[in-house]
Structures are given as C-alpha cells and as structure tokens.
C-alpha cells in the first residue's frame, strides 16, 4: 500500500480509526498496491544493495589510511590520485613491514606511474610515528577484509544471473567480451554479458549507462515494463516529472518531488557524465544546461534515460544513436518551423540573412 494515497483523507486521525479505515478499504479493493519486483529481483536487489553498502564502508577506511599518512607528514596524496592503486598501495604495505627510507619506498612506482620516482621520494619523507603506524595496518587489514566481501559478493550474484533463463529470441546481439582493465569497484565477472540474460536486450548501448549503473537501476525496476500502464508511470515513480501541486484550479507548488529512489539516484549520476559526451543524448543534456541550469538538465536527461530503458524493455527494440551533430541539426531545423509558424500568424515572413559581400583585396 502506498501511504501517500491515504494522506489527504479526512478525519480519522488515531491510529485506531486510521487502521479499522485503511482495513475496510483493502477489502472492497480500493486500495493501490506499491510496486514490488518478482521474487528473483528482490533476491538480486538485496544482493546489489548489500554490494553498495560494503563499498561504502570499504572506503571509509581509505579515508582513514589518508588521515593516517597525512598525521605522519606523508603526503602521498599529492604524487598520486589513488593511494588504493597499484604504486600506492606498495609504498603503504612496505611501510608497514618496517622500510622507512623514502627512496627505497620510491622505487616501488609502477612503471605506469606519471610522477618519477624522485617526486614520489619527496613526498614520503615524513615522520613515521608508532601509533600511526598501527593505526594505518588497522585502516589497511580493513580495506582488505572489505575487498574480499565485496569479491565474494559479485561471487554470489554471478551465481544469481545463471539463475535467470537466457533469452529464447534475444532483440539485440550479446555485448561484445570485456576486454579493458576491470575498473575501481566494476564486479569481478562480466556483468554486461550477465544483464543480457535478463531480457535479451544490451542496454550497455545507451550512452552514459554503465553495466555497474544497469545493475542498480534494473535489481531495483526489474524488466518488466508492463507494470507501468505508460512511460509516463514509469518516469513518476522514478519521481523524474514534475509534482505540480493544484489546487482549486492554480498551481501551488512546482518541481520535482524529492526521493530516496536508488534508481533515480543512479539516472541522474548517468546523466551527468553526459557532459562532455559526443552523443545526442550529451547535446540534450548541453542545452537543456544552457536553458535552465545544471540541476534541471540532470533531472531532464536523467528522464530521457529512463524513457530509452522503458521502451527498449517493453518494445524489445535496440538502441541507435543519431549523434549530436544531427540532434543539433535537427534542433535547428524545429526551432526554425516554429518562428517560421509565429512570424506567419502575425503577418510576416522570415528571410534567410545575406552574408555581406567579401572586400576585395587591394
């Protein structure tokens, strides 16, 4: 049941009569029931959820093995962008097995490394106190132990994707084999191949989606579309449409309603990497940034995701990309028929403006 359809009831304020009214009401069925995804996806929405709290407390105690460096004057955070990478987590267990010389630590620098081994020196001369010391194998033994529960845990979802039938008449073909270096905190198996098994479609394609971004939108959506009676549920309950508040025939109150919607949450994240994308979808999200600022084009582009998801399930069609010069094109060209269609229905044409004629070179 959703409680937000009881909030506007009148009377029956006490718990009391507030229960004996929401039971008389679910037995004539007048009653909405909240979305619930099938048995399977709770079980993998469980598992999703869980793999995202243990990387957030993995990297709390990051943040703890940099106050710890940072105390002892080891400023390792100035030569490297992550101290969980491979040359910085070298130089940090080899500080705990006792070596204190910064260029013997320096010397750990893998060879991929952009800052060379004497930059890398200058920032481990610091001063290596006892406690902090312990405190830093502490921050570490837990950043490990944290490491291992999250392999684990990708363990048990792989298991949980080989639950799912593969698709008998898939509408997309299969994501094609990762073959890039797994990222900080992408699962360990290929998980774009194991989100094809739900419904047969690569969603990977829509740009700006990620297979790790799928998994939490899709564990907690599920992929079955037809739910949702239109697009336009959909985007409500992913609470990415205005929640115009009217009444007596004016409009109260604007904006999008706020939420604790994971899968909103992740969209909006997707959205805003579309920045810099050359992509239609990176086009939308530039102009609607111009128009009215970057949080409502994030909240804009993130309800286009959603859109391209909804029918790519429901319609089982794949994903085509037009780019962004022909959306700018196209773009253009509406805005064009538009001011064509205005300066008409006052009586005026529009002309196309001469380019004034080139000066010759004397």
């Not at 793999?51 to 100035?78: D, F, G, P």
């Not at 999008?256 to 909006?268: C, D, E, G, I, K």
Request: charged share 25%; glycine share 4%; aromatic share 6%.
């Amino acid at each position: 049941m959703n409680a937000r359809h009881l909030k506007n009831v009148s009377g029956r304020k006490t718990d009391i009569l507030d229960c004996q009214w929401i039971q008389q009401l679910h037995t004539y069925g007048l009653l909405n029931a909240s979305f619930r995804p099938p048995q399977e996806m709770v079980a993998l929405r469980s598992l999703v959820r869980h793999r995202e709290m243990l990387i957030q407390y993995r990297s709390a105690h990051i943040q703890h093995m940099q106050k710890a460096l940072t105390v002892m004057n080891v400023r390792l955070t100035n030569v490297l962008s992550d101290i969980t990478g491979v040359t910085g987590m070298k130089i940090i267990r080899a500080i705990l097995a006792g070596e204190r010389d910064p260029h013997v630590l320096a010397r750990d620098r893998d060879p991929g490394c952009k800052k060379s081994e004497t930059e890398i020196a200058k920032s481990l001369a610091g001063h290596y106190k006892p406690e902090q010391i312990f405190i830093l194998q502490q921050a570490v033994e837990l950043y490990d132990f944290y490491d291992r529960q999250v392999v684990a845990c990708d363990a048990e979802l792989e298991q949980l994707y080989q639950a799912f039938e593969p698709p008998e008449d898939p509408a997309t073909p299969p994501p094609a084999p990762r073959t890039q270096k797994r990222r900080k905190n992408q699962a360990s198996f290929d998980l774009a191949a194991a989100l094809y098994r739900l419904n047969g479609i690569d969603l990977t394609q829509i740009d700006g989606l990620d297979a790790l971004t799928l998994q939490k939108v899709l564990s907690e959506t599920g992929t079955d579309m037809s739910r949702w009676p239109t697009v336009k549920h959909f985007a409500s309950w992913l609470h990415l449409c205005p929640n115009n508040k009217i009444t007596g025939g004016q409009v109260k109150q604007r904006g999008v309603q706020p939420t604790h919607n994971r899968a909103s949450t992740a969209l909006r994240v997707a959205a805003a990497s579309l920045k810099h994308s050359d992509s239609a979808l990176g086009a939308y999200f530039r102009r609607m940034r111009a128009r009215l600022g970057a949080p409502a084009a994030i909240t804009a582009t993130a309800h286009k995701l959603a859109r391209t998801i909804y029918f790519m399930c429901k319609k089982r069609q794949p994903y085509l990309d037009v780019g962004a010069d022909y959306y700018e094109r196209e773009h253009r060209e509406r805005v064009i028929r538009n001011l064509n269609r205005q300066a008409a229905r006052l009586g005026f044409r529009l002309e196309p403006a001469i380019p004034p004629p080139v000066s010759a070179v004397s």
